[in-house]
């Protein structure tokens, strides 16, 4: 009944319906079981795409899960606001605990707290040279621009107000919304970029500026903007660039979102980099309309990549070890991290008398987790450069083996999941099923073909009609020329059509009226020759060029009639199939069940 009420008719026909389906059912079910006999269900290409499925649907399930909905609410709604961000930033060397720079970031709060001007205790506390120097301001920031964690302590923030201090993995920070604005989107620009060297000499610099302004100068007396980034740009991409808040230097930014009309461009201004002349390509806004499905989409893209939907479900990964059954070894986790060192440092592990690579670590319902699986995440970790403790890494370690458990084995907790595997992997069977016994055995089996096209000899024929040239050109004014070509000289069709390339694609076939690919009313008269029609998304113009009339119906031959015998053969084939499958599976309805759904 799940199936049926997918797509049920009216309530008048209900019934009819009913027992048409019930036969369809029964023939869809006999081809399934037909395929797990035949172990079709244990093919490495079946294996694979259900696999794949299953991950993909364990993927989709999971983010529900996790709320991916209303992280996606989250970032639209914060995406239409940009915030100018302040921070006092003190750093933790590697290596050091942060104690001493946890009273310094404390005594910087305190002057906060007194009245100190923001930019005054970030220029004196802060120890980053960046954030010294520009006295805390980091410029415009908006949705994605910063680390999940911290863009919450931002987005938390009024404008003019500090949050407390904050740690994240890079040290100590107070950030400020210092202001907002409405977002202002993104841009499409093409720059200028002249790149000067490291260490150039100020009389370097002054000739690399010169250069800069003499440029500018020939954009302005009539030389094409473009023209000049082919001669003289520096950057990549031919100089085009697409820039969103938060992207580049604020200084850099200031002076793209300063451009007002596409076609604007910019006078030559310096950064780190060199001197630049932007001009601005395209405004791209930002939406806002939430059930804009565009916009809907790139922001989900964007948060299924972010750390804010692998931070859920982390959240989740841990909420599932109680459902999977986790079960912790006993073993002594500094011997397990002396044996980690070791190992992944090729030196020997002889000496371990506890620890080895076959110790169980942990366990899942129907999972064990051994010391050789952590050996090989920790191996993986460390050549992505993730130098975290063995501490921290094991916690990552214990949250990705929970989640591909619960992924691996979620039809086990969700029905919902078990529903679609079920229908894809039976789909799939019906499929494999098919292919094997009648789809390829039709095509493959000529002796079979040719018996079936002489015993409905009859219904092959072709109805009246003309046999044509179809020529397609990718432009009008070609079209013409080759249309002209071949009506002088029909029988050259092929040198005229080949001498364009592939500009110009022509067959040659016989077209029943009803099959005519074009929609002009087609003359039964040899030489007849079509108006060009423009057809298709690529814009190309086909004509037709008649060269023979087929007034009367005619026999097929078995070349023509191919298609159509194929089948003719697969349903006959087909229909022996089943009737052997009944014979060999015996139906039983169970009446007075099946008198209930009616």
Sequence with gaps: MTAFNRNPGSEAD???????????????????????????????????????????????????????KMLIQQAFQRSQKDIRVAQVFIPIPKGENGEQQSQEIQKAYAELKAGKKFEEVAATFSTDAYTKEHKGDIGYITVFTLQYEIENEVYRLKPGQYSPVYQSKYGYHIFKNVEERPAIGRRKIQQLLINIPPGASNEQKKRYEVLADSLYASYQHGVSFEKLVAQYNSGPNKGNIEIGVGDYDPSFERQVFALRKTGDVSKPFATSFGYHIVKLIEILPVSKTPDDPIAYAAIQQKVEKDARLAIARSILAKKWLNLIEYKPAVYDSKELWAFTDS??????????????????????????????DWILYVRSARSYGNNASYKDLFNDFLDLSSTRYYTDHLELYNTGMQQQLKEFNEANLLFASMDKNIWRKATEDTLGLAACYEQHKAKYQWASGVSALVVTCFSKELADEVAAKIKAAPSEWRTIAGSYGSSVVADSGRYEFSQLPVKEKIESKVGFISIPEKGGQDGAYTFLYVTAT?????????????GMVINDYQQQLEEQWLTSLKKQYPVVINKDVWKTVQ
């Design 343 to 372: 190992t992944i440092s090729n030196r020997s592990v002889k000496s371990f008398a506890t620890i080895k690579d076959s110790s169980l670590l942990f366990s899942f319902a129907l999972q064990k987790i051994y010391t050789a």
């Design 550 to 562: 087929h007034p009367q119906q005619e026999p097929r031959k078995f070349a023509d009639a191919r």
């Design 14 to 68: 209900r019934k009819k319906a009913l027992n048409e389906y019930l036969d369809l059912y029964i023939n869809y079910k006999l081809k399934v079981q037909a395929a797990y006999d035949e172990h079709l269900d244990e093919t490495s290409s079946f294996l694979l795409e259900s696999k794949n499925f299953k991950d993909q649907v364990a993927t989709n399930l999971i983010n529900e899960e996790a709320n991916i």
